[in-house]
């Protein structure tokens, strides 16, 4: 079967990664959450006191950026590939609501962004993979065959995860993650480098009000139509 390159794009906690996973999974394709990487380069600064701290260092970052070693390995038993940072699983540790205070800073530093999309446009070699992130569909496969670009109201989605940490056992307040949710979605939408935005040819979602079964059918649907499609034209 012809493969192709999914982009899913959006807002945070919009449900991103739930839904690029279950379509890699029907697919058969390779699933990569490019967020994880920023989360870890973000873990690592705060590590190291870059950040986080009271003193800022981002020269000390990254002069230290190209010795950082990033790496997913597949977990078979999760069914998905979990992120290494310099040879250990760090996968609980970016989830902290503390990586997601700082991790929108160290994503609009140029060098960074540009280290991490060459990795995820070497990864994306052989098609046959669902990304998810923020810029997939304008900078890192901006020939995808298929773009969506998904939102929720701030609400549900600082809901969503708040649920999400409480269940982790972490103690956190709605409101703080309210407060998260939207200042990241303003940084993430308004630097420099790579700003969220969607891409003019991606298909906007809007799932505030839709189960999980919905949204996995009539994506799984677009995607079923595109391959058919480029199989004909290849034809
Ligand atoms: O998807 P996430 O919430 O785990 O991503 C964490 C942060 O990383 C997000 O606030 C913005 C940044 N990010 C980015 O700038 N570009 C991407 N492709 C993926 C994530």
Redesign the pocket.
Known sequence: MKKITIAIDGY??TG??TIAKQLAKALGYVYV????M??AITLFAMQNNFVGGAEENIKGLLENLASIKLKFSYNKALGFSEMYLNGENVEKDIRTLEV?KN??RI?EIQEVREMLVAMQKDMGKEKGIVM?????GTV?FPDAELKVFMTASADKRAYRRYKELLDRGDEVSFEEVLKNVES?DYI?SHREH?P?QKSEDAIEFDNSDMGLEEQFDRMYNFALRIIEKSKKDAN
């Open positions: 945070s906690s991103k990664s959450d490019t967020g994880a920023y989360r997601s991790v929108s994503a998810d992130g923020r810029d997939i890192v990241r993430d790579s969220l």
